[in-house]
């Protein structure tokens, strides 16, 4: 039995350096993941002249911004005009520090935050943005809600399946790794719904809204965040479950090898 048991402390080592591999890769996307969801640069406006657009007539379009009772349409607008940007949760301008009527133009710029609130996140969306009687954007309603659920999911299955994991490494077996693997495949689903559902939400936006000729518009780096979360997730389950299941194997192999 010695070759077989040489044999099979490599292999024993082989798992151990996968499942290694997948714990890393778990962490990464998860701290990929929180990051993303946490920060506004999911995307961002930008506008060649700033300060031109923050005078005296869009002092007014920021003091709409951040007002409680700004629709769809004016803060989008503001966003244009003062180099927004938006992340899943907040929606930041950036305006003069002295933004009085009888103060001149500045260069020195500060950023305004608001934050969506739950009802913001699952507030109806409609066909012309801003104006409630044109009736419900059914896939702009669904897809903005989504884009709120989708990461809470996935980062949940996530925890759940480092929760499995722990509990086998007590038991001190592969085999309910499969069952963390999974989880990590559905929680990149997850992850891969919410970047789909979020570039589609914004080119319907900006279908409804087209972005002025001096706006530039671009995914920021909290997008990009949520984008390599996804394959990390997918690597990591293929790991996970690879082990359980080549593990699984080899002990019945060697199972019915010693029993023979």
Not at 78 to 86: E, H
């Amino acid at each position: 039995l010695f070759p077989y048991s040489s044999k099979g402390a490599m292999m024993d080592n082989r798992f151990a350096t996968a499942l290694v591999i997948a714990c890393v890769l778990s962490l990464i996307s998860t701290i990929y993941m929180a990051a993303s969801i946490g920060t506004d640069f999911w995307y961002e406006y930008h506008t060649l002249s700033p300060a031109e657009n923050v005078s005296e007539a869009g002092r007014s379009i920021w003091e709409e911004f951040v007002s409680e009772e700004a629709d769809e349409k004016t803060y989008t607008d503001a966003l244009f005009r003062c180099n927004g940007t938006v992340g899943l949760w907040r929606r930041c301008i950036t305006v003069p520090k002295n933004s009085h009527w009888y103060s001149p133009p500045e260069t020195d710029m500060t950023t305004k935050c608001i934050s969506f609130s739950l009802s913001d996140q699952f507030m109806e969306k409609y066909i012309e943005p801003g104006n409630d009687n044109s009736g419900t954007d059914l896939n702009r309603t669904y897809l903005w809600r989504l884009q709120f659920l989708l990461p809470f999911v996935s980062l949940g299955l996530m925890c759940f399946g480092a929760l499995i994991g722990l509990c086998a490494c007590a038991c001190r077996s592969l085999y309910p790794a499969i069952a963390t693997g999974v989880l990590h495949f559905l929680a990149g689903l997850c992850t891969l719904g919410l970047v789909g559902c979020y570039v589609a939400g914004i080119e319907l936006l900006h279908k409804k809204l087209p972005l002025p000729d001096d706006v530039r518009g671009e995914f920021g780096w909290s997008f990009c965040l949520a984008c390599v979360s996804a394959p990390l997730q997918f690597m990591a389950a293929a790991l996970f479950i690879w082990a359980a299941r080549t593990n699984r194997k080899e002990f019945t192999l060697l199972k019915a090898y010693r029993v023979a």
